[in-house]
């Protein structure tokens, strides 16, 4: 029997185990969702994440985004550009420095 989507009322198959487990559509939102934190500035010094674990999370979103395009699933179009996106915005955030938590006072918009 196949997993189920750890999304709350979702009743696809994971596709993808990354925080669980997830169906496509769900685990791109999932990626979103921690893309947007990693990007958000740091409000003050005692809200800091650290800094290796935001890089592993990120690291880790790269790793399944590759993994999921390379297994041959039929996306549809929106989703290719949607995993697309992740990537690019992944890579950009690990090549700048800029994720949340590296220490670096300061941040680029992206």
Aim: proline share 1%; with cysteine.
């Amino acid at each position: 029997m196949h997993r189920r989507c750890s999304y709350v009322g979702c009743k696809e198959a994971v596709t993808v185990a990354f925080e669980g487990g997830y169906c496509v559509g769900h685990f791109i939102s999932a990626c979103y969702k921690c893309l947007e934190q990693s990007a958000e500035p740091l409000v003050g010094d005692g809200h800091e994440r650290n800094g290796r674990l935001q890089r592993d999370s990120l690291i880790e979103i790269v790793d399944k985004v590759t993994s999921l395009t390379l297994n041959s699933i039929a996306f549809t179009n929106l989703e290719r550009g949607q995993l697309m996106d992740i990537l690019l915005w992944t890579c950009d955030l690990l090549s700048t420095g800029t994720y949340r938590g590296n220490g670096s006072k300061s941040f680029v918009n992206i």
